[in-house]
């Protein structure tokens, strides 16, 4: 045993300890850093060296201390955990937002919304049936349906708004989705090369981590790890990222909402997403991009814009039909032969309904308020038309029973978003928790590494003396 | 699984119950502010539904209102008449009963009353072609602005309605009541009419025949008239009956959209309160346990 071994020994402390002491101040600098992994320095203790025999044993103590590596305190089934909860969450709140922002538009119940609107209309009609001699009443009339068509169309118009808007979206998020693949392929390759060369990538496995929680809440990814440090990103069962290569997604169909909620649908319109580079369809099963392509569908495949859209449509429709039905068989006060088969609405051809409802007459005297075999101020016909409200089966009904329809999808959906997202944060609790910097554990251990680098000193200092005794004072006797 | 705690985990717990705090005291708030617990349809659906049923039955119910205080207008108009048509009629028979005691009247005195029936034919006639807002109530549907020509036309007491052809004013989706009256019932058209026959009275008077015989006549149309008064009165005390119904019922919606849609005032300002007290708590607690760390006490 070597005189000075005792020096490498403390000198061994004094540099692993200053190291963990380092590696602890990286962990405090961080603690607020989003998305950082704790980390410690993996100390181990250095064997005695042995001597080069059959049988030998260590003599002597050990050789001090090592600091061999710094650990990443990750877990990965706490972060996969967190991933995929985070894809149903996002796809959930996604899906909540779209019903919401459906509901925003239709301002029921209240005295201002297409409720109201059909009231007023049919309350019109028989004011018009009381006073068929009024002018003022047929004008008011006039202006009744024409506010009526106009609400109807501005709602056909939000809602039109609301799937574009969802469209733009839907090619923002997956740009969104393609950058962040290609930096975890790059994060990937850098990985690896410090792997190889034995560093520490810590700080870049957090950084990849991150952005594959991101793709989780995006396109409902998840994460495979592989043995050479680099993950592959599966999306609906394919390799979105698989080494150092990303594939690149794309979202394919019409970019105008009528093509595309076509019924029937047509593969080349509806809104789907493919692989770039195959042209394959892709499936999402989750992530906010999943929940904006649902909104995006044709009603038949249960796009709610498009189902929203339909009702709107059928309402502009009833109206017109029901109320010229009635309103060609009633006589209008023109002069023959244009008094009687006077239509009260236009629908306008090649146009949605809800679009091209429009009043079709002008002249308040062509409002058709008798009845041909009654008098010339006979108003059954406009008290009949004011009756189409009553029913199960009148307009008022069926935007009613859409209204409440809505109702109850939007309470589901949002319930269920925030089911899932109380979950979500549960597991990203979890990870936290266990990833997450404690400033008092950080300042415990800067204690024991602080008094441990101070031991180690004074072990150096005790052997320091020794020697000084050894070499300095010994052999002076007699001097 | 005994989780670790760490400040971050701390941070961001405090911060979601504030979060989830202060989300509660906003949606407080804003139906405080609002007045109304639904807001929008998923708020509650089902009272949506009720809701919005119950707004269209107030409305229907706030038109029949305004039908109905038409229809008395319309109803009101044509008892008057109806009533001044009867007692011109009655005293027609009186002046008639006085012309045939013979013997005791003269025939300037024959000639003063034919003179005077003339002059109640003609008021007969006016009343007959009473109209409300230009248009005649004894025969509703016309254009024409009266009910009967007079005598100097074409064709003296002609109809103008159509026969079937009624005026009626809706009360509630299944029932609609007649507000016009049917002119012929009520003074008979053309040379049946009651202007026909007051003129062939005055025709007897000043040719000196009896005019006794003419009494049936003039009782005859005079039970039509009665009976048409009564008809009206009917109707009348319908609408009427209507009209405090349709008042109630209006009333009865307001207070159960009001019941359905607006806040308790009582009960939110409680719970407002104490979503601020557990918002105060939560703040305090955070307060509590974000500050310290280990720091605050090692040397």
């Known amino acids: ?479 | 699984m005994i989780n670790r705690v760490t400040q971050q985990t701390i941070q961001r717990n405090t911060l979601a119950n504030l979060q989830t705090n202060l989300g509660r005291m906003a949606d407080l708030q804003a139906r405080m502010s609002s007045g109304k617990t639904i807001t929008k349809p998923s708020d509650d659906p089902t009272a949506t539904g009720r809701t919005m049923a119950m707004r269209a039955d107030q409305a229907a119910a706030a038109q029949a209102s305004r039908n109905a205080d038409d229809g008395i207008a319309w109803l009101g108009t044509t008892d008057n008449a109806m009533q001044a048509s009867i007692t011109a009629l009655r005293r027609v028979r009186d002046l008639t009963v006085q012309a045939s005691s013979s013997g005791s009247v003269g025939a300037a005195s024959r000639e003063a009353i034919a003179t005077e029936i003339d002059g109640i034919r003609d008021q007969l006639l006016d009343l007959a072609n009473t109209n409300i807002q230009g248009r005649a109530v004894f025969a509703g549907t016309t254009g024409d602005g009266v009910a009967f020509d007079d005598a100097s036309s074409a064709t003296p007491y002609a109809w103008h309605g159509t026969a079937g052809a009624t005026v009626a004013r809706r009360l509630s989706p299944d029932a609609t009541v007649r507000v016009d009256s049917d002119g012929v019932a009520a003074f008979g058209q053309g040379a049946t009419s009651v202007f026909a026959l007051l003129d062939k009275i005055s025709a007897d008077l000043r040719s000196t025949p009896e005019v006794t015989g003419r009494l049936g006549e003039i009782d005859t149309k005079l039970n039509g008239m009665l009976s048409q008064v009564a008809n009206v009165g009917i109707r009348y005390k319908q609408v009427t009956d209507a009209q405090s119904l349709i008042a109630a019922k209006i009333q009865d919606t307001t207070s159960s959209i009001s019941g359905i849609e607006d806040i308790d005032l009582a009960e939110t300002i409680m719970e407002l309160k104490m979503q601020e007290v557990a918002y105060q708590g939560a703040l305090g607690a955070g307060a509590r346990v974000l500050q310290p760390t280990l720091m605050d006490f090692l040397r």
């Open chain 1, 1 to 479: 045993m070597s005189t000075f071994s005792g020096l490498s020994t403390a000198l061994s402390s004094l540099n692993a300890q200053r190291q963990a002491l380092q590696v602890s101040g990286q962990n405090i600098a961080n603690a607020n850093t989003v998305g950082y992994t704790r980390q410690r320095a993996d100390l181990q203790s250095v064997d005695a060296t042995s001597v080069p025999s059959l049988f030998s044993t260590p003599l002597g103590p050990g050789n001090g201390v090592a600091s061999v590596g710094i650990a990443r305190l990750g877990d990965d089934f706490l972060d996969a955990r967190v991933r995929n909860q985070t894809s149903q969450a996002s796809y959930n709140s996604a899906n909540a937002t779209t019903f919401n922002r459906l509901e925003s538009v239709v301002a029921e119940p209240g005295d201002t919304g297409v409720a109201a609107g059909l009231q007023q209309f049919w309350a019109a009609w028989e004011d018009v049936s009381n006073a068929p001699d009024s002018g003022a009443t047929r004008t008011a009339l006039i202006g009744k349906a024409a506010t009526l068509t106009h609400q109807i169309a501005d709602t056909y118009r939000a809602y039109q708004g609301q799937w574009d808007q969802a469209r733009t979206e839907a090619t923002a998020l997956v740009s969104q989705v393609n950058s962040a693949a290609s930096s975890i392929a790059d994060l990937n390759n850098q990985i690896r090369g410090v792997l190889v060369s034995g560093g520490s990538a810590n700080e870049l496995i957090d950084k990849r981590s991150e952005l594959i929680t991101q793709l989780s809440g995006l396109v409902g990814a998840s994460s495979r790890a592989m043995p050479d440090g680099t993950v592959n990103v599966m999306v609906a069962g394919n390799p979105l990222v698989s080494g150092d290569r990303a594939q690149a997604i794309q979202v394919d169909g019409a970019y105008a909402m009528s093509p595309a909620i076509q019924e029937p649908p047509t593969v080349t319109n509806v809104v789907h997403l493919t692989w770039s580079s195959t042209g394959t369809p892709l499936v999402l099963d989750g992530g906010s991009l999943a929940g904006t392509l649902t909104s995006l569908q044709p009603g038949s495949y249960g796009g709610p814009i498009a189902n929203a859209i339909s009702k709107i449509n059928d309402l502009a429709t009833s109206v017109a039909n029901a109320v010229n039905a009635i309103h060609s068989g009633g006589k209008t006060l023109a002069a023959p032969p244009s008094d009687t088969g006077v239509a009260f609405f236009t629908l306008a051809a090649g146009v949605p309904a809800a679009i091209g409802l429009s009043v079709a007459i002008t002249d308040p005297n062509m409002v058709a308020a008798a009845n041909t075999a009654n008098g010339a101020l006979d108003g059954s016909i406009a008290d009949q038309i004011s009756q189409l409200r009553e029913g199960n089966s009148s307009p008022d009904a069926g935007w009613r029973n859409f209204v409440v329809d809505l109702g109850v999808t939007s309470e589901a959906a949002t319930r269920k978003a925030n089911v899932s997202e109380t979950s979500r944060s549960v597991a990203e609790n979890l990870q936290r928790s266990n990833a997450s910097v404690d400033v008092d554990e950080e300042m415990t251990n800067m204690l024991s590494f602080q008094r441990a680098y101070e031991g180690a000193a004074r072990v150096l200092t005790a052997i320091d003396q020794m020697l000084d005794t050894l070499i300095n004072r010994t052999g002076l006797v007699g001097r």
